[in-house]
């Protein structure tokens, strides 16, 4: 059965550029950002990983674990983090997993014969402390990510994990968010201390609660 949100991520023990990887271990209780690249040595992908690793305090700063996967074998993997250090001049500083036996992107639902029957597309898995999938984006081969926007929609997720509260269209860390609708007005004066602004009956406004 394909992987839906809220299920847990399969687990998996396999082969990274950084040892080992029993997958549940390594996750302990953070976040992660499990993402697949069709191929290494492959140009979209060498300028993902150089952006990634850059950003990579940014989702430490979130408690957010990431790790790559692409199916060639740990030693093209390796001469490829060369390449990826000289042209984007930043190191790879995650693991990377070898799954040239397709075994971690079979688990994963990664590769799509439409597209190719041997390579994986750009997919990309949110997971959280629980295990559970959080958010699942695909991309073409051909289409680089957006590493900004999945940072933003990791700040949603961990804001309305723990508040009561959905994030409007558009909406970056900092801004108001919107009230559940099953919550009633007497619970959100008690819940949300900076007040709120009643659009509709189901579309109330408040500030961001954990600032």
């Known amino acids: ?45 060498t300028t993902e990983l150089g952006a990634l690793a850059r950003l990579k305090p ?13 199916v060639d074998g740990l030693s093209d993997h390796v001469s490829w983090s060369r390449d990826i250090e000289e042209t984007q001049g930043t190191a790879l500083n995650f693991p990377l997993l070898a799954d040239a036996d397709r075994k971690v992107s079979t688990l994963y639902g990664m590769i799509h014969p439409n597209a190719d029957n041997t390579m994986t597309v750009r ?6 402390p ?4 959080k958010l699942m ?7 680089g990510r957006n590493f900004a926007e999945l940072l933003r929609v990791i700040d949603s997720l961990q804001l309305t994990a723990n508040f009561k ?19 009633t007005n007497e619970e959100a004066q008690r819940l949300f201390h ?5 659009i509709t009956p189901y579309l109330r406004t408040t500030p961001q609660p954990n600032l």
């Open 137 to 143: 984006l695909t991309y073409p081969a051909s289409t």
């Open 165 to 183: 509260v959905a994030t409007p269209v558009d909406w970056n860390h900092g801004e108001d968010v919107i009230i559940l609708p099953t919550v």
């Open 194 to 198: 900076g007040g709120f602004t009643q």
């Open 1 to 45: 059965m394909p992987i839906q949100l809220g299920d847990t991520a399969p687990d998996f023990t396999q082969e990274s550029t950084a040892g080992c990887i029993r997958f549940h271990d390594w996750t302990g209780d953070s976040w992660v950002v499990l993402f697949s690249h069709p191929k290494d040595f492959t140009p979209v992908c």
């Open 130 to 133: 629980d295990k559970k999938v």
């Open 123 to 128: 997919s990309v898995f949110v997971i959280g």
């Open 58 to 70: 940014e989702f430490a700063k979130r408690n957010v674990k990431v790790i790559g996967l692409s």
